[in-house]
């Protein structure tokens, strides 16, 4: 079974800095995607961004990028320029091809943003 | 276009109740997904759908709860003599197919169990 793993349960950063979040997982799958998905107060899951496992290249959306290191199982995201509204949790999630499509998501990490 | 709509946002129920959870997925999807998040935790995988049918229900347990997708109207997670460990934020997820990068989630549906 695949598992999702953030070591980090809370994090902060000041406004305008960069901060990096840690997702490592773990699975048999050669092909599969990995997502980041933030959730502010009002419980709305969003998407942040989204990568596919045979894509060497990392993903970027404005100021969110990913490192994704395939031999290490590895995912982290990077935010720059950190803003007052990117203060939420933020879940890595998994999901392989061969397993329904459902998402394996982390425990989360609470990212909080100091002005 | 309408994203995936849930309902109630807010359901109470003592112990003992049935409580009905409704999703309608996006216009044109037609795979539902239903997850669980307890307090301060990850979601949780419940049950996949299709129309009229359950292709995945790993993630269910086995007593009290049932899902449905019906041909006609939203998908309806059922969670039968409810009790407090039912407690918990309820999210559904649609996708117009077997896709793994499309799944568009709900608002969710908070249920608190005294």
């Avoid at chain 2, 276009?1 to 959870?21: C, K």
Wanted: aromatic share 12%; glycine share 6%; net charge positive.
């Amino acid at each position: 079974a695949q598992t999702v793993t953030q070591s980090q349960p809370e994090m902060s950063v000041q406004e305008a800095e960069t901060v990096t979040l840690s997702c490592t997982y773990d699975t048999s799958e050669s092909d599969y995607y990995l997502f980041w998905y933030k959730q502010p107060p009002s419980r709305q899951m969003i998407l942040v961004i989204r990568q596919e496992a045979y894509k060497q290249q990392n993903a970027t959306e404005n100021r969110f990028s990913v490192n994704f290191q395939k031999a290490a199982k590895s995912f982290s995201l990077k935010i720059s320029d950190s803003q007052l509204g990117d203060a939420a949790m933020y879940f890595c999630a998994y999901s392989g091809n061969n397993a329904g499509n459902m998402l394996t998501f982390g425990g989360g990490t609470r990212l909080m943003v100091k002005p | 276009n309408a994203g995936v709509m849930q309902n109630p946002r807010h359901l109470v129920r003592r112990r003992g109740q049935e409580a009905r959870l409704r999703c309608s997925p996006m216009k044109g999807h037609s795979h539902v997904y239903w997850y669980r998040q307890l307090p301060e935790e990850g979601l949780k995988f419940m049950v996949y759908l299709q129309k009229e049918n359950i292709i995945d229900e790993s993630g269910m347990p086995k007593e009290r709860f049932s899902a449905e997708f019906p041909k006609e109207g939203p998908s309806i997670l059922r969670i039968q003599q409810v009790v407090r460990g039912d407690s918990a934020a309820y999210f559904c997820a649609s996708s117009p197919q077997r896709a793994t990068y499309e799944q568009y989630f709900g608002p969710g549906t908070r249920l608190t169990v005294t």
